[in-house]
């Protein structure tokens, strides 16, 4: 499910995405990347996992010192290179997040918003780790999934995108409960706290779980000093 973005939902055809979401999403998205805005610092490094065309890394570039972005898709950074011209304090590449090519203690904060912690469909436990890894000591690691209070505008956007031939016709059977299927495979489903914190358990952090807009659920985690 990974190479779904990799494969087939990337570039152009990802960022339509985006361009088509109705006014309830385009609230959700942008109150995800102010609220990430306010909790990190002028003159920080940002990683940003599955930084698709630069949506989110655009926003965030003027809001921190620098900011890198990963994607698993080529053509996705291809993108992203035209799509951030005039942001002068970025830097891009292909990578799996599970596997960053990084130094330990590289970066301030780690964001990975808008479901990404869903949509990779990677192990969390190995995403977690990786990204607590590059994060500095006491440094911030951002994750988010939808809130069940948007599952009816977020059903709306998935179906404006299946009608334009985008994701594959959704699976009216086996779509519910905060999970949308399609017949050509894809799938985008949620993360509840309580499984988030059985991924994490082990790990040493500390862990926040703040409601945004009542359309997200943040997961912020805290390294403990090392």
């Known amino acids: 499910m990974f190479g779904y973005y990799r494969d087939k939902l990337h570039g152009h055809r990802l960022k339509r995405c985006y361009d088509l ?13 102010e609220y990430v805005a306010q909790q990190t610092l002028l003159g920080k490094s940002l990683l940003e996992l599955g930084c698709g065309y630069g949506r989110v890394l655009k926003y965030l570039s003027v809001k921190t010192k620098t900011v890198f972005g990963i994607d698993i898709a080529p053509s996705n950074i291809e993108f992203a290179s035209h799509y951030l011209v005039g942001c002068d304090n970025y830097d891009l590449a292909v990578m799996d997040a599970t596997n960053l090519g990084f130094a330990d203690d590289s970066f301030d904060h780690v964001v990975c918003i808008q479901n990404g912690i869903c949509a990779f469909h990677v192990d969390i436990g190995s995403l977690v780790r990786e990204s607590v890894r590059v994060v500095k000591s006491q440094g911030s690691v951002f994750f988010s999934t939808y809130s069940p209070k948007i599952w009816q505008d977020r059903l709306e956007w998935f179906e404006l995108q299946s009608r334009e031939g985008l994701v594959g016709k959704i699976d009216r059977n086996k779509t519910h409960n905060g999970i949308i299927v399609c017949d050509d495979g894809f799938t985008a489903g949620t993360l509840d706290t309580e499984r988030f914190c059985d991924e994490v358990y082990d790990i040493p952090v500390e862990v926040a779980v703040e409601e945004i807009d009542e359309s997200s659920l943040f997961f912020i985690l805290t390294t403990k000093s090392r």
């Open 21 to 33: 979401a109705p006014l309830r999403i385009q609230q959700y998205l942008r109150a995800e990347m």
